[in-house]
């Protein structure tokens, strides 16, 4: 792992973005529930898929599925804009005061079917998706900017297999496989 990302990984306290009574649990490598039936991924996991969007300082970065906003401190700490987009609207307040109490001030919330995208924002650079769809949004690769990439879980639910999926700068998308995965849902309107 980059020496950066693998600093903010262990600085990070993963305690502040879940309630009781599972802060104690908050330091193992696990999944752990954030309320209304949805989960935070394990920690390796959300610094390896942080990772394989090669992120930067210029990039607009879109992310569904806001959560606990762990995931999102990722991102807005090695981007240069976050937009999240959660369809739960007390998990998006939540977790913007949490982010803003961690002093982030380049993250923009909203509550929607991230399904869509953010289309007033787009292109992004990066998008993350951190709910799975049966198959990729069209608005996601529609709003993904040419040499953008997108890491994206896709398949039935409880099963899935984490997608990178890469746009070239004349507009063709291509995929690849990254590993198998177990994603929540992505409840679409
Ligand atoms: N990345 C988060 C965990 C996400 S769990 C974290 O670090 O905590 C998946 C999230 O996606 C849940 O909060 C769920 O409510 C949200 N979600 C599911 N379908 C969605 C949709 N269509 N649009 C936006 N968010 C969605």
């Known amino acids: 792992m980059d020496e950066k990302l693998l600093q903010f990984f262990s600085s ?9 009574p599972y802060k104690a649990l908050s ?14 991924s394990q920690p390796s996991l959300v610094a390896y898929m942080t990772e394989q969007l090669e992120l930067n300082k210029k990039h607009a970065v879109l992310e569904i599925g806001t959560g606990s906003g762990y995931q999102s401190a990722f991102l807005a ?25 961690l002093g982030y001030r380049n993250i923009h919330y909203r509550v929607a079917d991230g399904s869509l995208g953010w289309p007033e924002h787009a292109p992004f650079d990066r998008i993350m998706v951190t709910a799975a769809p049966k198959n990729i949004p069209k608005p996601l690769i529609d709003q993904l900017a040419p040499e953008g990439i997108m890491i994206i ?9 984490l997608l990178k999926v890469t746009k070239d700068r004349h507009g063709s998308v291509s995929e690849r496989k990254l590993l198998d995965v177990a994603f929540v849902e992505l409840v679409r309107k």
């Open 153 to 161: 879980p896709v398949g039935p639910e409880g099963w899935q297999e």
């Open 77 to 101: 700490e090695f981007s240069g804009e976050l937009y999240t987009v959660e369809r739960i609207g007390e998990l998006s307040k939540k977790a913007e005061e949490r982010l803003s109490s």
């Open 12 to 20: 990070l306290d993963r305690s502040r973005f879940v309630d009781e």
């Open 27 to 40: 330091s193992l490598d696990r999944p752990l529930p954030i309320g209304h039936g949805q989960t935070i």
